[in-house]
Protein backbone atom coordinates (compact mmCIF):
# COMPACT_ATOMS: atom_id res chain seq x y z
CA UNK A 1 0.00 0.00 0.00
CA UNK A 2 1.15 3.72 -0.59
CA UNK A 3 0.71 6.57 1.34
CA UNK A 4 2.64 8.95 3.85
CA UNK A 5 3.87 7.23 6.86
CA UNK A 6 4.89 8.09 10.56
CA UNK A 7 8.51 7.70 11.07
CA UNK A 8 7.98 4.05 12.70
CA UNK A 9 10.10 2.51 15.66
CA UNK A 10 12.59 -0.48 14.52
CA UNK A 11 13.17 -3.90 16.69
CA UNK A 12 16.67 -3.00 17.49
CA UNK A 13 18.17 -5.25 19.55
CA UNK A 14 18.45 -9.18 20.45
CA UNK A 15 15.25 -10.37 22.32
CA UNK A 16 17.39 -14.32 23.01
CA UNK A 17 20.37 -14.51 25.29
CA UNK A 18 23.01 -14.38 22.57
CA UNK A 19 26.26 -11.27 22.33
CA UNK A 20 24.62 -9.31 19.83
CA UNK A 21 28.36 -8.39 18.45
CA UNK A 22 29.28 -12.19 17.82
CA UNK A 23 25.69 -13.99 18.88
CA UNK A 24 27.54 -16.40 21.00
CA UNK A 25 25.07 -18.01 23.52
CA UNK A 26 25.18 -16.65 26.47
CA UNK A 27 24.88 -18.79 29.95
CA UNK A 28 22.29 -16.31 31.26
CA UNK A 29 20.59 -13.07 30.11
CA UNK A 30 22.77 -10.41 31.76
CA UNK A 31 21.62 -8.80 35.03
CA UNK A 32 23.31 -5.73 33.52
CA UNK A 33 25.69 -4.59 30.97
CA UNK A 34 29.08 -5.73 30.15
CA UNK A 35 31.81 -7.17 28.28
CA UNK A 36 30.81 -10.77 25.94
CA UNK A 37 33.28 -13.32 27.55
CA UNK A 38 33.74 -14.57 24.03
CA UNK A 39 34.25 -11.75 21.99
CA UNK A 40 35.10 -9.04 24.91
CA UNK A 41 32.40 -6.45 22.72
CA UNK A 42 30.35 -4.36 25.42
CA UNK A 43 26.82 -5.57 25.66
CA UNK A 44 24.02 -3.22 26.54
CA UNK A 45 20.96 -3.64 28.20
CA UNK A 46 18.05 -1.71 27.05
CA UNK A 47 14.20 -1.43 26.33
CA UNK A 48 12.76 -0.55 23.54
CA UNK A 49 9.79 2.07 22.43
CA UNK A 50 8.34 -0.57 20.00
CA UNK A 51 7.49 -3.26 22.45
CA UNK A 52 9.08 -2.13 25.47
CA UNK A 53 10.85 -5.57 25.58
CA UNK A 54 14.36 -5.60 27.37
CA UNK A 55 16.85 -6.38 24.28
CA UNK A 56 20.44 -6.43 24.11
CA UNK A 57 22.20 -4.00 21.93
CA UNK A 58 25.56 -3.12 20.66
CA UNK A 59 26.50 0.63 21.70
CA UNK A 60 25.67 1.78 18.55
CA UNK A 61 22.30 -0.17 18.71
CA UNK A 62 21.89 1.59 21.99
CA UNK A 63 22.56 5.12 20.45
CA UNK A 64 19.67 4.64 18.19
CA UNK A 65 17.31 3.39 20.82
CA UNK A 66 17.83 6.44 22.41
CA UNK A 67 17.04 8.59 18.97
CA UNK A 68 13.38 6.46 19.29
CA UNK A 69 12.93 7.11 22.63
CA UNK A 70 13.51 10.97 21.96
CA UNK A 71 11.26 10.55 19.44
CA UNK A 72 9.28 8.59 21.54
CA UNK A 73 8.69 11.48 24.43
CA UNK A 74 8.03 14.43 21.67
CA UNK A 75 5.15 12.75 20.07
CA UNK A 76 3.73 12.39 23.40
CA UNK A 77 0.78 9.80 23.87
CA UNK A 78 2.92 7.50 25.20
CA UNK A 79 0.64 5.81 27.73
CA UNK A 80 -2.88 4.31 26.72
CA UNK A 81 -5.52 7.33 27.69
CA UNK A 82 -7.25 6.61 30.67
CA UNK A 83 -11.38 6.00 30.96
CA UNK A 84 -12.85 8.69 32.21
CA UNK A 85 -15.91 7.38 33.81
CA UNK A 86 -17.65 8.00 37.01
CA UNK A 87 -16.78 6.12 39.82
CA UNK A 88 -20.46 6.04 41.64
CA UNK A 89 -21.65 4.89 38.39
CA UNK A 90 -19.13 1.60 38.07
CA UNK A 91 -19.63 0.59 41.57
CA UNK A 92 -23.65 1.03 40.84
CA UNK A 93 -22.88 -1.32 37.39
CA UNK A 94 -20.30 -3.48 39.06
CA UNK A 95 -23.44 -4.34 41.62
CA UNK A 96 -26.27 -5.57 38.87
CA UNK A 97 -23.05 -7.53 37.29
CA UNK A 98 -22.07 -9.52 40.04
CA UNK A 99 -26.03 -10.45 40.11
CA UNK A 100 -26.32 -11.14 36.42
CA UNK A 101 -23.01 -13.27 36.53
CA UNK A 102 -23.22 -15.01 39.75
CA UNK A 103 -19.41 -14.01 40.41
CA UNK A 104 -17.64 -11.16 41.16
CA UNK A 105 -16.89 -9.11 37.65
CA UNK A 106 -13.27 -8.16 36.53
CA UNK A 107 -12.87 -4.30 36.50
CA UNK A 108 -12.65 -4.26 32.58
CA UNK A 109 -16.36 -6.02 32.38
CA UNK A 110 -17.60 -3.37 34.88
CA UNK A 111 -15.96 -0.47 32.95
CA UNK A 112 -17.00 -2.47 29.07
CA UNK A 113 -20.46 -2.80 30.68
CA UNK A 114 -21.50 0.57 31.87
CA UNK A 115 -19.56 2.38 28.61
CA UNK A 116 -21.90 0.20 26.18
CA UNK A 117 -25.12 1.07 28.38
CA UNK A 118 -24.22 4.89 28.80
CA UNK A 119 -23.07 5.28 25.43
CA UNK A 120 -26.98 3.94 24.18
CA UNK A 121 -28.89 6.16 26.05
CA UNK A 122 -27.24 9.20 25.07
CA UNK A 123 -27.33 7.90 21.18
CA UNK A 124 -31.00 7.46 21.64
CA UNK A 125 -31.24 10.91 22.82
CA UNK A 126 -28.88 12.05 20.38
CA UNK A 127 -26.74 13.69 22.80
CA UNK A 128 -23.62 12.91 20.35
CA UNK A 129 -21.63 15.00 22.72
CA UNK A 130 -21.78 12.32 25.82
CA UNK A 131 -21.81 9.35 23.06
CA UNK A 132 -18.45 10.99 21.83
CA UNK A 133 -17.23 10.62 25.23
CA UNK A 134 -18.26 7.23 26.05
CA UNK A 135 -16.40 6.72 22.82
CA UNK A 136 -13.80 8.01 23.82
CA UNK A 137 -13.76 5.82 27.70
CA UNK A 138 -14.08 2.90 25.15
CA UNK A 139 -11.07 3.12 23.05
CA UNK A 140 -9.20 3.79 26.07
CA UNK A 141 -10.37 0.57 27.58
CA UNK A 142 -9.24 -1.19 24.38
CA UNK A 143 -5.90 0.62 24.29
CA UNK A 144 -5.41 -0.41 28.26
CA UNK A 145 -6.18 -4.01 27.15
CA UNK A 146 -3.16 -3.71 24.89
CA UNK A 147 -5.88 -4.27 21.68
CA UNK A 148 -3.94 -1.58 19.35
CA UNK A 149 -6.00 -2.27 15.99
CA UNK A 150 -9.32 -1.93 18.03
CA UNK A 151 -7.93 1.11 20.17
CA UNK A 152 -7.00 2.62 16.77
CA UNK A 153 -9.91 1.97 15.44
CA UNK A 154 -12.24 3.65 18.43
CA UNK A 155 -9.79 6.95 18.89
CA UNK A 156 -10.38 7.90 14.93
CA UNK A 157 -13.78 7.37 15.58
CA UNK A 158 -13.74 9.78 18.17
CA UNK A 159 -12.15 12.19 16.07
CA UNK A 160 -14.79 12.04 13.14
CA UNK A 161 -17.41 12.94 15.83
CA UNK A 162 -15.34 15.91 16.65
CA UNK A 163 -14.71 17.03 13.10
CA UNK A 164 -18.40 17.03 13.14
CA UNK A 165 -18.80 19.45 16.49
CA UNK A 166 -20.59 16.19 18.03
CA UNK A 167 -22.70 17.97 20.76
CA UNK A 168 -25.45 17.49 23.40
CA UNK A 169 -28.19 19.81 21.88
CA UNK A 170 -28.97 22.44 24.43
CA UNK A 171 -32.86 21.39 25.39
CA UNK A 172 -33.96 24.42 27.71
CA UNK A 173 -32.85 28.60 27.12
CA UNK A 174 -32.35 30.63 29.91
CA UNK A 175 -35.86 31.48 29.69
CA UNK A 176 -36.93 27.49 30.12
CA UNK A 177 -38.67 27.71 26.57
CA UNK A 178 -37.89 24.89 24.45
CA UNK A 179 -34.59 25.41 21.95
CA UNK A 180 -34.89 24.79 18.49
CA UNK A 181 -31.80 25.04 16.05
CA UNK A 182 -30.85 23.44 12.92
CA UNK A 183 -28.45 20.98 14.59
CA UNK A 184 -30.71 20.02 17.83
CA UNK A 185 -32.34 17.75 15.38
CA UNK A 186 -29.43 15.32 15.15
CA UNK A 187 -26.39 16.37 17.38
CA UNK A 188 -23.96 18.06 15.24
CA UNK A 189 -22.74 21.96 15.19
CA UNK A 190 -20.13 21.62 12.42
CA UNK A 191 -18.85 25.33 13.65
CA UNK A 192 -17.95 23.57 17.15
CA UNK A 193 -15.96 21.07 15.14
CA UNK A 194 -12.24 20.33 16.40
CA UNK A 195 -9.57 17.97 17.48
CA UNK A 196 -8.29 17.13 20.46
CA UNK A 197 -4.43 17.14 20.80
CA UNK A 198 -4.47 14.42 23.53
CA UNK A 199 -6.23 11.69 20.95
CA UNK A 200 -4.32 12.46 18.10
CA UNK A 201 -1.08 11.95 20.07
CA UNK A 202 -1.92 8.94 20.70
CA UNK A 203 -2.73 8.05 17.05
CA UNK A 204 0.37 9.01 16.13
CA UNK A 205 2.18 6.66 18.92
CA UNK A 206 -0.11 3.52 17.64
CA UNK A 207 0.39 3.77 14.11
CA UNK A 208 4.08 4.30 14.34
CA UNK A 209 4.19 1.33 16.40
CA UNK A 210 2.42 -0.75 13.97
CA UNK A 211 4.00 1.29 11.00
CA UNK A 212 0.83 1.79 9.44
CA UNK A 213 1.13 3.88 6.31
CA UNK A 214 -1.67 6.33 5.68
CA UNK A 215 -3.90 4.60 3.14
CA UNK A 216 -4.47 1.38 6.30
CA UNK A 217 -4.90 4.08 8.71
CA UNK A 218 -7.71 5.34 6.06
CA UNK A 219 -8.96 2.23 5.15
CA UNK A 220 -9.22 1.05 9.02
CA UNK A 221 -10.73 4.76 9.69
CA UNK A 222 -13.89 4.10 7.04
CA UNK A 223 -14.72 0.36 8.02
CA UNK A 224 -14.73 1.91 11.53
CA UNK A 225 -17.39 4.61 10.75
CA UNK A 226 -19.11 2.51 8.21
CA UNK A 227 -19.96 0.31 10.66
CA UNK A 228 -20.64 2.15 13.57
CA UNK A 229 -21.41 5.27 12.73
CA UNK A 230 -22.98 4.93 9.41
CA UNK A 231 -26.94 5.44 10.17
CA UNK A 232 -25.91 8.75 11.84
CA UNK A 233 -26.82 12.38 9.97
CA UNK A 234 -23.28 14.27 10.11
CA UNK A 235 -23.10 16.96 8.14
CA UNK A 236 -19.78 16.08 7.13
CA UNK A 237 -19.09 12.12 5.95
CA UNK A 238 -15.64 10.20 5.60
CA UNK A 239 -14.33 11.08 2.98
CA UNK A 240 -14.72 14.93 3.67
CA UNK A 241 -13.43 14.77 7.43
CA UNK A 242 -10.22 12.41 6.33
CA UNK A 243 -7.76 15.63 4.71
CA UNK A 244 -7.92 17.44 8.06
CA UNK A 245 -7.71 14.38 10.01
CA UNK A 246 -4.78 12.99 7.94
CA UNK A 247 -2.67 16.16 7.51
CA UNK A 248 -3.27 16.05 11.76
CA UNK A 249 -1.94 12.32 12.03
CA UNK A 250 0.59 12.18 9.22
CA UNK A 251 1.90 15.85 9.66
CA UNK A 252 2.66 14.87 13.24
CA UNK A 253 4.88 12.12 12.08
Do not use: K
Not at 13 to 40: D, I, K, M, N, T
Not at 114 to 131: D, K, N, T, V
Not at 231 to 242: I, S
Amino acid sequence: MGGRRISAYSAIGRLEGVCPHCRAELPAWPARSGPCARCGGEILVRSRPLDRERVLVTEAEAQALEDQWALYRERGGCSPLRPLLNEDELEAERAQLRIRLGREPSAFEVAASLISHRAFEHMRRLELGGFRDFGLARASLLDQQGRAEEALAGYLGVCFLDLNGARNPPRQGADGATVRSADAANGFAPDQAFLAPPVIARCVQIIAALDHDEDAVRACFNAFIERHYRTLRAPRRPHEVWPDLGDAIFGAG
